[in-house]
């Protein structure tokens, strides 16, 4: 998770010095920064008309250029960023799509229990024509869509029972504007009533009801009396300008943030004393300020600032965000924190979208948990504190020029996705090139066949249904799968293994272990002479007797103990049961092989290489036999000793108990006394 997070913050780091090299292109080939102001009077007649469309600044008739250009220079600053925005937004004329409604719950849901944003709905009425023509109601569209004001069609046809309890009886404009300035409050319904039916007509209409909403102020002493109260609102902004009602911009902004931010128009187009505005610190006019307890803020005086919806949207939704806010930004950036996992795994392609999609999953499942409780917590009354402090912190962090860049970067990505997702991909790579590359200079195997690894995959997996616990130890074993498939589907029919819980073996690995040791054992090199020459001493007595049947059933027994040239002989680091091609011999044939005569009772185990613990035996009882000169042993907390193999098998299988006392093989035991062995005594 660490080194996800890792890329992803140097992922953001490539992004902000990307963004400040495309404004050194765009300054070295233009000589303009996006934050330079720009002059009104140099530019042409239709690149103001676009400053103002954006703007929300309805004009009538047949303007002049004079007068288009003290239109815009009356709602704020021009900016190079702000220019080309606009008319880049302008060059690629999108379609915006319109809702049909199909009946009266339909509209009641997006229409009437919509509390936070305007809608245009065209009613036609019954066997009518619509009010406003199919090419005139597509330039509304597109033009309300800019402020963020949804449009729709509600056909009488659909639903004639609803339109004559509403009283639509004739093809009319519905608009809906929420009543009151708290959050989530009622909504109003208002119908158009103009003669005029062009498209800049409606649109003065519109922004007219949606400024009426906004608090305006028209002398000095209403100012004064404002700027001093303390309400409920923490946030406001106010708009210092000569003109007859607010840009639309900033009407539609006031019904996206109603309940959180104020927003207060001061018209002084009649102003003669302009005293107090000097004491707030106004000076000119137009000006955007945002006053907080913290401060008085000036809008527009750093990077990416812009008058426009989208920018000023931005720059409130970081001064005061919402929790839906927080919580779409934390989701964005767990999953693309999570989508790094598709480069950094290796191995088969396969191999890497399951794994993305398994993180995928649990990321977005721990992000929606962990936000349950925080939701909880924001309820409690005595927390209100701590949340007027948070947003006190967002109010400093967000001021600053630093958040203006990020903000600034925000917008330009969001406005171009493909070099959003392509910088992301160049970036993924590059991850995926340099992890490979570490990879392969540790000498870690990478498994890049997908038939290979969706093959490992599946064996895992049935394994993972037989021994869950062994699977994740990669432990070496014999699958019942291949003699007996019918195996499988009772294995799905009765899973026993939702009823077992499931116990880690890491204890295995600190078990006691040591070789099994005789007191009467020789070298390496006599147990290697005494065997030759028992293999000698075999194949001469077995050419002496191969005339009778006694003789041959003897020469049958002896070469039945005695390996052949042909076998791989049992070496002393190799116990006993753990190879099945390695002869088992009884402990007294084995005592006589290696040169001696002596049996079990003339040769004793050392005794003292066990750990004081450990129940003294000569015999593993899960393969039932006797232990060998050199054999590796394990023992349990209990104190009964096994082959070592032989142990590890028994556990990883799922079976976490001694095979004799049935103790809990990970849990810990009082440790035996031993008594001192008499001569006479036979360890058993």
């Not at 049935?462 to 019942?480: G, K, M, R, V, W």
Request: charged letters at 25%; a negative charge.
């Amino acid at each position: 998770m660490w080194l996800k997070l890792f890329f992803l913050l140097l992922y953001f780091l490539v992004l902000f010095v990307l963004a400040r090299f495309f404004e050194a292109i765009v300054w070295y080939e233009t000589g303009f920064f996006a934050t330079q102001l720009v002059d009104p009077v140099a530019l042409s007649f239709k690149k103001l008309k676009t400053i103002l469309e954006c703007r929300g600044l309805g004009y009538s008739g047949l303007p002049e250029k004079k007068d288009v250009r003290e239109l815009v220079e009356k709602s704020g600053d021009l900016m190079e960023g702000e220019l080309y925005s606009a008319l880049k937004e302008e060059e690629a004329s999108e379609s915006v799509s319109s809702t049909n409604f199909s009946g009266e719950m339909h509209f009641y849901e997006l229409v009437e229990d919509t509390k936070d944003g305007i809608w245009l709905v065209q009613v036609i009425a019954h066997d009518r024509s619509p009010l406003v023509g199919k090419v005139h109601w597509e330039k509304m569209v597109k033009k309300v869509s800019r402020f963020g004001i949804r449009t729709g069609t509600f056909n009488c046809s659909s639903d004639p029972r609803y339109c004559r309890k509403r009283g639509w009886v004739r093809s009319t404009l519905i608009m809906s504007v929420p009543q009151t300035s708290t959050s989530k409050g009622k909504v109003m319904l208002k119908e158009y009533t103009g003669r005029k039916i062009e498209t800049e007509h409606i649109f003065k209409w519109i922004t007219a009801h949606a400024a009426s909403r906004i608090k305006t102020i028209y002398n000095s002493e209403h100012l004064k009396e404002e700027w001093n109260k303390s309400d409920q609102y923490r946030v406001k902004i106010y708009l210092f300008a000569n003109l007859d009602q607010p840009p639309a911009f900033f009407s539609a902004l006031s019904v996206k943030f109603t309940g959180r931010v104020e927003f207060i128009f001061v018209n002084v187009e009649n102003w003669d004393n302009k005293s107090h505005m000097a004491e707030i610190g106004i000076y000119k006019t137009p000006s955007y300020i945002l006053r907080t307890p913290e401060g008085i803020y000036r809008y527009g005086n750093n990077t990416g600032e812009f008058i426009s919806l989208r920018a000023m949207d931005s720059f409130l939704r970081s001064i005061q965000p919402e929790v839906n806010d927080l919580f779409v930004l934390s989701l964005v950036l767990v999953n693309l924190m999570a989508w790094m996992d598709l480069f950094i795994t290796q191995g088969a392609t396969i191999k890497r979208f399951v794994v993305l999609i398994s993180t995928l999953g649990t990321y977005n499942s721990l992000l929606i948990i962990s936000w349950l409780p925080v939701l909880g917590f924001l309820q409690l009354p005595y927390l209100d504190s701590f949340y007027e402090y948070s947003l006190k912190l967002f109010r400093y962090s967000n001021t600053t020029t630093l958040a203006s860049w990020v903000r600034a970067d925000w917008m330009f990505y969001s406005s171009h996705p493909a070099l959003f997702l392509s910088t992301y991909l160049g970036h993924g790579l590059l991850v995926d090139y340099f992890e490979k590359k570490r990879r392969r200079n540790n000498n870690d195997e990478i498994n890049a066949n997908n038939l290979e690894w969706l093959s490992s995959l599946w064996d895992w997996y049935t394994s993972y249904l037989f021994h869950p616990i062994a699977s994740f130890q990669h432990f070496p074993y014999e699958s019942d799968w291949d003699e007996d498939p019918d195996l499988f589907l009772e294995r799905l029919a009765f899973p026993d293994l939702w009823l077992h819980p499931l116990i880690p073996t890491d204890y295995i690995k600190s078990l006691p272990m040591w070789r099994f040791k005789c007191l009467g054992s020789h070298s390496e090199e006599e147990m290697l002479e005494a065997s030759q020459e028992s293999e000698s001493d075999s194949d001469s007595e077995s050419k002496d007797v191969l005339g009778g049947e006694k003789e041959v059933s003897e020469d049958e027994l002896s070469t039945a103990h005695s390996p052949s040239e042909g076998e791989p002989q049992c070496s002393a680091e190799i116990c006993s049961c753990a190879n099945k091609n390695c002869h088992n011999e009884p402990y007294e044939r084995k005592v006589r092989l290696y040169g001696s005569y002596t049996t079990t009772e003339d040769t004793e185990p050392d005794w003292s290489a066990w750990p004081s613990n450990m129940l003294h035996c000569t015999e593993c009882v899960v393969c039932l036999e006797n232990f060998e000169n050199g054999c590796l042993l394990m023992g349990l907390p209990c104190g009964h000793v096994f082959h070592q193999n032989c142990i590890v098998m028994w556990l990883a299988g799922g079976r976490h108990c001694c095979p004799v006392c049935r103790w809990a093989s990970y849990k810990k035991k009082q440790p035996y006394t031993h008594h001192q062995p008499l001569s006479s005594d036979t360890p058993s």
